[in-house]
């Protein structure tokens, strides 16, 4: 079984640390973003991985063919000379996707975190029999998207509403498609957008079926949402795999610390807190809800909340740093420094306070 990530462009929601590595390569609770999708999607059955990428392709197949090996997946490229859109990129990697079987094939939004439930969607597609499906999940705020309008006793789509201003329905797109080869016949080579010209003609034709999203769903495409997509997936490993997280006085709420960091004593962490490989978090510091990349120091006493530090930086004695302040690789905070929602490109050294939400250049 085949699947295609939509990797995309820039990642310029996630900066500063996408100026480091493409945004599918960042760090989500200790592993790549893209790294939860292929491990979900080879434990569904998928044996090879397209990739959809306009930006750096390189520096993505270098990092991923160590995990070929491990995980004994095909993970290819197809690389797009323009933005494609969402629908574009699966007509330029056609023949990487259908091989005359007929089998369906995976479409996923690389910026999506969920559980995953792919062997139920297949299971799903199936029985209904249509031509494609879409996950999609429920918001308590559905006038900011775009509102997938459905039969809730058959799955069939009926249309899709953008941003409705009047209540039409509380589900929306999850960024997670099953779709026959067929439907690749649909898609001209062009920047095309599946959600609004392909998805509309097959509901036309009752082709089109929904399956509701079980558990949490996010994209973490952008600072704000990654730290709440953190404390989502966190709640979820405590319900299907506590053994994961942390656990010991040190220890509030949930938390997940890589086995090669170092904790000092009188640490207080939690909760929502990821801690990254090789990280040495001096004695009593305070964290909580935030990422702590691959390879940073936090010094004595230093106060961390809300916020994204990148690899290999270094926080201060008695710094505090809050408030959705994202530090990128390799930046120095000094001692007794306050950062108030700071932005931190990468290879900086900060010597006075951030009293302000600011970009640092």
Request: glycine share 10%.
């Amino acid at each position: 079984m085949k699947a295609l990530i939509l990797v995309g462009g820039f990642g310029t929601r996630l900066r500063p640390l996408t100026l480091s590595v493409p945004k599918p390569l960042v760090d989500f609770a200790n592993k790549p973003m893209i790294l939860h999708q292929i491990e979900a999607l080879k434990a569904a059955g998928v044996d090879e991985v397209v990739l959809a990428i306009n930006y750096q392709p390189e520096v993505m197949m270098n990092f991923l063919v160590d995990f070929e090996k491990k995980l004994g997946m095909k993970i290819t490229c197809s690389q797009e000379t323009e933005p494609m859109g969402t629908a574009g990129p699966l007509a330029l990697a056609r023949d990487k996707l259908d091989d005359g079987s007929g089998e369906a094939f995976f479409v996923l939004n690389s910026d999506v975190i969920s559980e995953y439930p792919l062997k139920e969607m297949i299971d799903f597609h199936r029985n209904h029999g249509g031509e494609a499906t879409i996950m999609v999940t429920k918001v308590d705020e559905p006038s900011k998207y775009g509102v997938v309008v459905m039969d809730e006793k058959t799955g069939t789509v009926q249309r899709f509403v953008e941003k409705p201003q009047q209540f039409v329905g509380n589900k929306i797109n999850a960024g997670i498609y099953l779709l026959s080869p067929k439907t690749l016949n649909r898609i001209e080579l062009r920047p095309t957008s599946i959600e609004k010209e392909i998805f509309p003609k097959i509901a036309a034709e009752k082709q089109l079926f929904a399956m509701v999203l079980p558990g949490f769903w996010m994209d973490i495409g952008q600072p704000r949402d990654y730290n709440t997509g953190l404390r989502l997936y966190l709640d979820s490993l405590k319900q299907k795999m506590p053994k994961l997280l942390a656990s010991g006085p040190s220890y509030i709420g949930n938390v997940i610390v890589d086995e090669s960091a170092q904790i000092g004593e009188g640490c207080l962490i939690g909760p929502d807190v990821s801690i990254g490989q090789g990280c040495v978090i001096e004695a009593g510091v305070r964290l909580s809800r935030c990422t702590i990349m691959r390879g940073v120091r936090v010094k004595k006493h230093a106060c961390i909340s809300g916020s994204i530090i990148g690899w290999h930086s270094t926080i201060g004695q008695w710094a505090r740093i809050e408030n959705m302040t994202v530090l990128g690789e390799d930046v120095h905070v000094r001692d007794e420094i306050f950062s108030n929602g700071g932005v931190v490109l990468p290879h900086k050294e900060i010597k006075t306070s951030i009293l302000k939400p600011e970009i640092v250049m």
